[in-house]
């Protein structure tokens, strides 16, 4: 091989390039080969974006627009294309756009004027003047351009611009270079790579909603923009948890930065826990004031902290005369032998079939009819179901507390009254943002919390849990999510600060993960994520926090 050229191994075929060779140019050779659009390029299992160049020997793959990665440098992409055309058609008259956070296959958004909080009514000949102006960058094809600058231009940059969220975050930041991405002439900061030009964007669509619209994406490897499904109940979750940001003046990492490096993180933990039993307590008087209810059922996705919460809301139902009792659904599964396996062949715990939903209807209804009934408990050990003297009968005040995925599936209890079922639906739905343009995404907390939890409580390393998300995600997908708009109440879980907190936990056992492991990449962004925050101590965490669940010193058994 001559200086000139590098020898890339791509799908266990050696080619040879020139050196400096575009990853987009060889992205276009293999092109054909792809369903869906590749978007960026693992170069010795280094992330690279296409309009970078080859310098060296190793293995080259692609990410399409069908992995997770690249949906996510799609959606990223769109939103600058979006933040750009808003620019151009009211840019002039200060009016900027805020991403807020997720909803469905896409982002909701809102208008306002710059430096003001309160949003700018949108109405339909805007969203058309907006979709009209993005097709125009589309067709432009214009490239998007990537700048590394110091980081003390980039708070300068933003200063300038005006986006005082990106000002802050930055301030905190230790790394000495920031990449800023220009179409055309307007700048902004991303959480992530990019695609290389507008041309790549030509899937997405507009809707008003709320008080603002929603950006919407295709699901990912797939080019049609699926229908948009309001989910009413979780966005005003997301609402209310903004509000509560906003009263504790923290709704981005800036912010929370600012607080801790103060001091008065004292006071904000102080407030959050005591909003936090407000909320639970709220919820345990409207489960009181409904006559009749006999099973309270509490399902949500992994790492919503559904066991410390069970506790608490028990505590203040009991404090309101009631006698609760938590009951896992986990002691409902099938013996080993007889639970489902998926399409791999492995184990499926996560569908309803793993459960005895026949055995769980008969106990329930005769526990609803006053018997005095034998309860089950699963050995998880010997993989069976097991009886040991385990009794229970239900008084006039008693209640069953029950915790599990399943729980809000009406196939699950469907022989028992709907009027004696109160359902709660629980997740972590993060009130920060990044920035005004970067939402945090609740999953990546999710994730966080279990990475901790695991390796105090079950001795799993980072690498596994990570390893294993992609399916816990689907099983939510499946088997939750679907389910959630039927709650009678949504239940937020995140507390604004918690990041903070697990960051000092979190960060060990991800530099563990090997660079030559196919979880590297993940943890690599993870970790840039985590480096947005300031540490925070947890000395300072009451013993029944929802957090102390995932990092240890919790008064409940979690």
Sequence with gaps: MGDGNVTLTIAGERREYRRGASFLAIAQEYQKDFADDIVLAVHNNRLRELNKTVDSDGTLEFVTTADKKGKKTYRRSVTLLMQKAVHNLWGGEGVVVRVMHSIGQGYYCELCERGKSEYRKIDQSMIGALRKEMYRLVMADLEIEKHSINTDEAVALFRELGMRDKEKLFRYRRSSRVNVYEIDGYKDYFYGFMVPSTGYLRYYDLTLYEDGFVLLFPHAGEREIAAFEPSGKLFHTMKASREWGRMLNIDTIGALNDAIASGRMQEIVLTQEALF??????????????????????????????????????????????????????????????????????????????????????????????????????????????????????????????????????????????????????????????????????????????????????????????????????????????????????FNSALIYELAVLKIYAEPLLFAIDKDCPEYLEAKRLLKFLDYFLPLPSDGITQNSILREFIGGSCFHV
């Design 277 to 490: 039993e407000e909320r639970i307590g709220k919820l345990a008087e409207r489960v009181v004031s409904s006559e009749g209810k006999k099973f309270i059922m509490i399902a949500g996705p992994s790492s919503s902290g559904k066991t410390t919460f069970s506790h608490r809301l028990s505590i203040q139902l009991a404090a309101k005369g009631l006698h609760p009792h938590p009951f896992p659904l986990d002691d409902y599964y099938v013996d080993r032998e007889f639970c489902p396996r998926d399409e791999n062949g492995n184990l499926d715990f996560e569908c309803l079939e793993a459960l005895d939903v026949e055995l769980f209807n008969h106990d329930m209804n005769e526990l609803l009819a006053g018997k005095r009934v034998s309860l089950p408990n699963f050995n998880f050990k010997t993989g069976k179901r097991e009886y040991k003297d385990r009794f229970m009968q239900l008084g006039e005040d008693d209640v069953l507390v029950i915790e599990g995925i399943h729980g809000l599936n009406d196939r699950l209890s469907y022989s028992l009254p709907n009027e004696s079922k109160f359902k709660i639906y629980i997740s972590a739905l993060t009130q920060l943002n990044i920035d005004e343009h970067n939402c945090l995404p609740t999953t990546d907390g999710r994730l966080i919390r279990r990475i901790v939890r695991d390796a105090r409580t079950r001795g799993t390393c980072a690498r596994e849990t990570i390893a294993m998300w992609d399916s816990v995600r689907r099983g939510e997908e499946k088997y939750i999510f679907p389910f959630q708009e039927g709650a009678d109440v949504m």
